[in-house]
């Protein structure tokens, strides 16, 4: 009995003090600046509510930057992600904002260099044979050319921004095979779109960990809200407006995306 009351005793303590210092590393980024790089899924392309001011950015007051910073108020908010953005993007243009003082960094990045637009474009217009080896030829891009590109992008917040805590979050599966959906590709091409969205993130997740950087992995909380599930977070092909297809709705930044990035950052 002494035992376990011993064991119980210093099982609560080290429970406490995860809370506490869970507790201070969020303390501590809502009081450094905070700044949000990347693509098309952290700008929040598909939520809707786009600030004007970002034009063809579409920066989303209900993306999980903007969300995270309403919650948190943190000393200063930078949000420069943008849609379309590739690697060379976020070197050239977003990186302004990052300095001495940032404290958390997010970044969603590589599914625009990795060809994501033309991979869907090719599935959705193409037979089931041409859109195996287009997804093919991206996933040798990920695996061949990628890990460099993200090197550099990495090593550059870390030159501009050393003391910042940097979050690198991934992409969400597309489908739920042998879901509700009818109609549109077949399992052969979701199951190998999904294929890559795993490959993309194991190779992000090792160059992130390299790095020292956390990486968020949105694929459990994704999960039963995949295309097909009948509660989906991501648009379809829309072709009414085709630049949110296959994009996080509003309820994707808000249930898939903000809760990954809370508990890394």
Excluded at 22 to 38: D, N
Excluded at 41 to 54: K, Q, R
Aim: proline share 3%; glycine share 10%; net charge neutral.
């Amino acid at each position: 009995m002494r035992r376990f009351r011993i064991t119980a005793y210093v099982t609560s303590i080290l429970f406490a003090a995860g809370v506490a210092l869970t507790g201070a590393s969020a303390a501590q980024a809502a009081a450094t600046g905070y700044v949000a790089l990347g693509d098309s899924y952290s700008s929040g392309v598909g939520a809707g509510s786009y600030d004007s001011s970002s034009g063809s950015c579409k920066r989303s007051t209900k993306a999980y930057p903007a969300l995270w910073a309403a919650s948190h108020s943190p000393s200063s908010f930078s949000f420069t992600a943008c849609s379309g953005a590739r690697t060379g993007d976020v070197l050239s243009g977003q990186m302004g904002p990052l300095n001495s003082g940032t404290g958390l960094v997010s970044l969603s990045i590589g599914g625009n260099d990795a060809g994501f637009a033309d991979v869907m474009t090719t599935c959705v217009l193409q037979s089931e044979s041409t859109c195996v080896a287009r997804v093919n030829e991206a996933k040798a891009y990920v695996q061949n050319t990628l890990p460099g590109q993200l090197d550099s992008v990495y090593s550059a917040i870390t030159a501009r921004a050393p003391a910042a805590h940097v979050v690198v979050l991934g992409y969400p599966r597309f489908y739920q095979l042998n879901g509700s959906c009818i109609a549109g590709l077949t399992e052969t091409e979701r199951a190998a779109i999904n294929g890559a969205a795993d490959l993309i993130n194991s190779t992000t997740a090792k160059r992130a960990a390299d790095h020292g950087f956390t990486f968020g992995d949105v694929t459990s909380t994704f999960t039963g809200h995949e295309i097909c599930s009948g509660s989906a977070w991501l648009h379809s092909v829309n072709w009414l407006d085709p630049s949110v297809s296959y994009h996080p709705t509003a309820a994707g930044q808000s249930g898939g995306y903000l809760p990954v990035f809370s508990a890394a950052s």
